[in-house]
């Protein structure tokens, strides 16, 4: 491949978010000159957003890091080789991993979902470590609903998606994906997916307690109450239940329990919901009925419904309402997608399946793990809190705790007091200012890149892979590589051949996809030729998967190969039922009342009392951010963007004006803002972006920190309000007060 300077123009998958954009990058060199949407992407069909588009200036920033950076004895950083930085990591790592096993935690941030590097590689990290201190995001975006999932259908990972396509009613709850672009659900260009449902005479529905940008474009908005969305639900289910509005004729016969289900929603008549739930009674039967009477209708519900006090509830009952009304697994309704590298929802169940929930507990606060992760929420006290088992290390590879996990307070103080930090991240933040060596990633476009996890959640089965436009620079070094040298000290054997461990991954994963394409081993390492790294495992997986060759057998099947030669990917088609192939659960069946979810409703019982008076701050996505990191190199056009929004009674009362500072305090902090009167919102609720406050000592990100804004997080609570099947830290909902700044002085 060539290096030159000659300008060319290769496909790349935008790895920003989860609508995968397929763009078209230009390279001046090394240098990316230009970036297009591809309007023949497969998925994407010429949609892309300003961030996706920025990649050039993304890449380009100057305070992007680019060489390994050590701490020195001043508490400063300076440039060192490769060389130098492992050898540092070898004289203080192994200490954490043979002399005190298992203090080492990790925590592995967004980014690391939409590369193959992580997806691949992290595992060899993890296991080397032998830690369960293992966090990421996930624990405080998406638990809720995973576990909510987990229960019904047996994957925390294998979601059921809105057919967006071909439904007929849609009922959006706790997600803005106008500004968001969508999570857990792959569906780019929204708005016009919008558009074209309403235009074919379909109706959306958004609930949430702002008349977001999704709000504008839809039929109907419920201004909801943050944190009420299971009564809202089960409101909306009672309506279903006592006006005989199921459809037992759709409802695949594996599913249990829908007289029980249907007894437990009569309880929470529209009448007794609607006061806690803001919204009128009538707003809930209007639902009930229009989403009962379509003839497709499905409830996707993202962010909003999971980092909330009710999370789990409000996940399961959106699941339940889909089923009940005879929606499940049918085009237009919730379905499931078929991913060409295979993963939970394809590879076929071997033994009772077992729930990946609660199997280990968290040393301080005994909080349950999930899908092999501790809860965010004790990241801060496992370093802080004495005793056997304290975490003392920590590796953080793409990510920013430090602004991104509640109670940063407690964060920068735990990430001060780890004795020994290696962060795998482009950027000197809040989070990596604390380590002790900073291994930069490479360049974007010498990765390749196909999307293992975000496939899972595409509402059509396209399979798509760019490859690498640039080789890595002698100074560089992937991801892979780097995981893998980590590794190896971890192990201590620091001085082993990359290429060496690489191939002892591969042999493992080589037996396995043989086993999945039922051919020998041989064959199928055979089959690969001579790939290395993240290309050759996914290359087995995509053999081995639903549409692959199975290592020559099938001409035609799927192999990277022939994603190489279609660049704009492979349809496979619309989504197609998959009941009952597609359950995990232990009995193969669907439960619709867990035992484990119903046993939390009391608590739900017990909030239905009229609301006090005290403002609710909850949360909001801004188009050109991506939580904490893109302010340095896309910085935001608006000087107001981190402003409280306020509704002009809520600031009436409180006898504020348009731009006033104030003082915004819960329970754990206070911070300052200048407030923006908003109509948008719903009485009662006040709204603040997150991944703001790019402040305090050591930062090399100049553009952030010269407009810092206001850090959310420092406000929320990662102790005492917790949705209380996952420990998930309740952002959106905090309840504060907000006060004018000179009143405090004066
Ligand atoms: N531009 C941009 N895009 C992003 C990101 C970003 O930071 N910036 N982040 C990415 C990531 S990591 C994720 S996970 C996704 C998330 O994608 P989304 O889930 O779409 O996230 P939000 O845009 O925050 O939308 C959440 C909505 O929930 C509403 N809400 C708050 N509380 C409640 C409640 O109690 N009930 C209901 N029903 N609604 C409530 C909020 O008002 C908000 O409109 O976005 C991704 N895309
Ligand atoms: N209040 C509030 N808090 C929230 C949320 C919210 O809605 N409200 N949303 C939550 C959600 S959904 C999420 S997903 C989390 C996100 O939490 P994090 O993942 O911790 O935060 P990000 O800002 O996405 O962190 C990205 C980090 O990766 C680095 N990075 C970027 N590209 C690469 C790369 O290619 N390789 C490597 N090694 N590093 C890279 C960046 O420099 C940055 O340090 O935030 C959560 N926090
Ligand atoms: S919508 Fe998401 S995937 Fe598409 S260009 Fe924007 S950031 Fe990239
Ligand atoms: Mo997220």
Known sequence: MT???????????????ESTCGLLVELDGRRISGVAPNPSDLMSAGHSCA???????????????????????????REASWDEAFAEINRRLPEFVSGDPGSCAIYHGNPAAHHLDATFYLGELIAALGTRN?????????WPKNLAQMLLYG?????????????DYLLILGSNPLVSNGSTVTAPGMEGRLRALRERGGTVVVVDPVRTRTAEVADLHVPIRPGTDALFLLGVLSVIATEGLTRPDRIPAVVDGLE??????????????????????????????????????????????????????????VEVLTIVTGNLDRPGGAMFSLPAAGGQNTWPVTRPPKLMFDRWRSRVRDLPEAMGELPAVCFAEEILTPGPGRTRALITLAGNPARSLPNSDAIEKALDAVEFMVSVDCYLNETTRYADVILPPPPLVTRGHHDVTLSHFQIRNVARYTPPLLELADDELSEWQILLRLAAIAKGTPDRAVEELDDEVAAVATRRAAKLAGCDPEQ??????SRRGPDRLLDLRLRSGPYGDRFDVDSGGLTLALLEANPNGIDYGPLTSRIPEVLRTPNGRINLTPDMITADLPRLRESLRPPDDGLLLINRRQRRGMNTWLHNALPQPDSGQC???????????????DGDRVAVASQVATVSAEIRIDTSLRPGVVSMPHGWGHDGRGLRTAAAASAPG????????????????????IFNGVPVSVTRMDEEYH
């Open 524 to 529: 199928a390492l055979r089959a690969t030729g």
């Open 51 to 77: 961030k996706g588009l920025g990649l050039g200036r993304i890449e380009g920033d100057p305070d992007r890091i680019r060489t390994p950076l050590l701490r020195t004895a001043e508490g400063d950083f």
């Open 643 to 657: 402003a409280l929004l306020i509704g002009p009674a809520d600031a009436a009362q409180r006898g504020l004006v």
């Open 260 to 317: 029980e289900m249907l007894a437990l929603a009569s309880d929470y008549v529209p009448s007794a919901v609607a006061q806690a739930c803001g919204i009128d009674v009538e707003l809930i039967t209007a639902v009930a009925r229009g989403f009962a009477n379509a003839s497709a209708a499905v409830a996707h519900s993202r962010i909003g419904t999971c980092m909330q006090e009710f999370g789990t509830l409000a996940n399961w009952l």
């Open 134 to 142: 293992i966090y990421s995001p996930a624990s405080v975006d998406t």
């Open 3 to 17: 290096t030159t300077s000659e300008r060319r123009v290769g496909h790349r998958i935008c790895p920003l978010c």
């Open 710 to 729: 206001t850090n959310y997080n420092a406000l929320v609570d990662d102790h005492t309000q917790l949705e209380a099947l996952t420990a998930s830290p």
């Open 155 to 167: 994957t925390g990972l294998g979601l059921t998606l809105p057919d967006i396509d071909r439904t």
